[in-house]
């Protein structure tokens, strides 16, 4: 009983089995987090290093929380204040953090590929955190976890993902897994905003009207318009981005049924998603980040234990 | 391959195991029940039955411990997490850990160390089916034993039990 990697680069290079083995360990740890005691002793003699090249709330707090909750040591390193600033490679960087004695290192770069090109020069297992446009593999393994908490399953689940395809690393990571769970899965935004041979490549539905993929789906992934990385104007305002893609109470009413409304966070409120919306009983947006810590501890726990393997 | 106790003798044994621990403990009131997964549910499953039926209308605290997160061995093998559900506090109670096989004691050892993260217990007792003498590798010895049996290292002791394996009985391999 193993994982077929000893990094976590992506959902990309998993198995469906492993992905499986990942969820079924997470929910034994989601029991562990309901304890008096919300500790076990699995990696105490483990060293994480948690290398944050970009900003991040949620996902670093998480990853912390999951080693501190497995016993391992922790090292936190946020670039400014590093030697980053001084010009030095992430090569060297990371080689020097290596030089103490780190096992692990969980990451997030703003360069696409970055933890895989680290995974080719050092021995420490990687954690990809998220890497530019490409992948943020525990996002998609927490949001997976979260709809088979709901669903009982995802074989056969319709998830819809609405809005920026094109800039989210969430949006890949997911249709990468539910595609390999076997869920229908289907991209809803503006033209602009997804990317143009997704349908053929993985075999998905692609809709650019909110209302008929709401119609269609079981469970609606809501992604954050990422006003840091459009460059170039993609869609003419917020407001109109608001009025055609936002989820609204007066869209969901219109539906016959209740489906179950995501969201990786942070929530640009009134952009792509109403307030309402959001703290409804509908939205699983906070039980998202408390599975968060139970899928991260599954994914520790599993790469640490074949170390010497 | 050898049998140890055939079915019928298994539930007599049972039944005995159920005996002396309501003999220590008249009315299990602070006393509770943990089996450890994977495999002393099966033996915890049928005490709690017996003892349903001895003291009927009195409910039995019964919890299961899984202690795959608190072994000594994870960087040597990685073993399948099972359910834990103890769905009320230890602290104060007297607690009977219950497991099929005692072999070298590190399984009882992390079991220990794992119910202490949900209080703090009056006492800790053990009971086990199967107590493999002299093969004990920690200070670890069985409060209330089944049967005790001589064997080397290398031979198996497995426990097959209806529900799961089919055929009830419990062989030395």
């Known amino acids: ?309 | 391959m050898k049998t140890i106790l055939n079915e019928h003798h298994l539930s007599l044994t049972i039944q005995r195991l159920c005996h002396q621990i309501l003999e220590n403990h008249l009315d299990l009131k602070d006393t509770v029940l943990i089996g450890i997964q994977p495999r002393g549910i099966y033996v915890s499953d049928r005490l709690v039955r017996e003892l349903k039926k001895e003291l009927p209308g009195q409910p039995v605290n019964y919890g299961l411990l899984d202690i795959t997160f608190y072994r000594d061995d994870v960087r040597k093998q990685l073993l399948k997490a099972n359910h834990t559900n103890i769905n009320f506090t230890v602290e104060n109670k007297h607690v009977i850990l219950v497991d099929d096989v005692l072999f070298t004691g590190r399984t009882i050892r992390a079991a220990m160390d794992a119910l202490l993260d949900f209080g703090r217990p009056a006492s800790v007792e053990l009971c086990v089916l199967i107590d493999r003498r002299f093969s004990r590798q920690l200070p670890i010895q069985p409060d209330y034993i089944g049967k005790s049996i001589d064997s080397f290292q290398s031979q198996k002791v497995k426990v097959f039990w209806k529900e799961k394996d089919g055929a009830e009985e419990v062989v030395l391999m």
């Not at chain 1, 204040?81 to 290596?98: F, M, Q, R």
């Not at chain 1, 990571?173 to 899965?185: D, G, P, Q, T």
């Not at chain 1, 947006?285 to 599954?298: H, P, T």
């Open chain 1, 1 to 309: 009983m193993q994982l077929s990697s000893k990094h976590l680069l992506g959902i990309r290079q998993l198995t469906a089995q492993d992905i499986q083995l990942i969820l079924d360990t997470a929910s034994q740890f989601k029991e562990v987090l309901q304890r008096p005691i919300k500790k076990v002793p699995s990696l105490r003699d483990v060293t994480i290093v948690n290398l944050f090249y970009e900003n991040s709330t949620r996902t670093r707090i998480s990853f912390e929380l999951a080693e501190k909750r497995l016993s391992a040591d922790t090292v936190n390193f946020a670039v400014s204040g590093s030697s980053v600033s001084k010009g030095e490679s992430l090569l060297d960087t990371v080689n020097n953090i290596l030089s103490m004695k780190v096992d692990m290192v969980v990451m997030r770069h703003s360069a696409t590929g970055a933890p895989h090109f680290l995974s080719k020069h050092i021995q420490a297992s990687i954690i990809n955190a998220g890497d530019g446009i490409n992948e943020h593999p525990t996002q998609a393994l927490l949001d997976a976890f979260s709809i088979t908490e709901k669903l009982q399953s995802l074989r056969g689940k319709k998830i819809a993902i609405v809005g920026d395809i094109m800039h989210s690393r969430v949006a890949l990571s997911n249709i990468y897994l539910l595609r390999k769970m076997e869920a229908e899965v289907m991209v809803v935004g503006p033209p602009t905003l997804i990317p143009k041979y997704l349908q053929e490549a993985f075999d998905i539905r692609v809709e650019y009207n909110l209302l008929k993929a709401l119609q269609w789906c079981d469970v609606a992934n809501v992604l954050r318009i990422q006003l840091e990385r459009q460059n170039q104007v993609l869609f003419s305002s917020l407001r109109e981005y608001n009025l055609a893609y936002g989820i609204k109470k007066s869209v969901l009413a219109q539906l016959k049924k209740e489906i179950v409304i995501m969201h990786p966070g942070p929530i640009n409120r009134g952009v792509e998603i109403d307030s309402d919306v959001a703290d409804s009983q509908q939205s699983v947006i906070l039980q998202q980040v408390e599975n968060g810590v139970a899928v991260r501890m599954a994914v520790l726990y599993l790469l640490a234990g074949q170390r010497e393997s």
